[in-house]
């Protein structure tokens, strides 16, 4: 299941996975989607590595800011995969 954590005002969306174990170490997948005339952009980050995969349509220096914006960012995000969300997550 994919959460909902952010719409950026291009309208690209941010959305992660909940927290899992992959080789005894917790994971989150993080996905960015962007629209585009005939369909999206997008590209895969996986927490907290920071490795990047499936990336179609960015530019490098696109992916660059992307990180940067998770980097500020994965400590809420890893809280909002361990808890299930938004919606389940408490003190926000």
Do not use: C
Not at 4 to 32: C, Q, W
Not at 34 to 58: C, H, M, N
């Amino acid at each position: 299941m994919l959460y909902p954590f952010m719409t950026l005002g291009d309208g690209t969306e941010l959305v992660h996975s909940e927290a899992y174990i992959e080789n005894e170490k917790e994971v989150v997948r993080v996905e960015i989607e962007r629209p585009r005339e005939g369909g999206f952009d997008s590209a895969v980050i996986f927490l907290p590595e920071y490795t990047w995969s499936e990336v179609q349509g960015f530019s490098p220096e696109e992916i660059e800011n992307y990180q940067e914006i998770i980097e500020s960012l994965a400590h809420i995000i890893i809280r909002m995969a361990r808890e299930g969300g938004f919606e389940n997550a408490s003190g926000f």
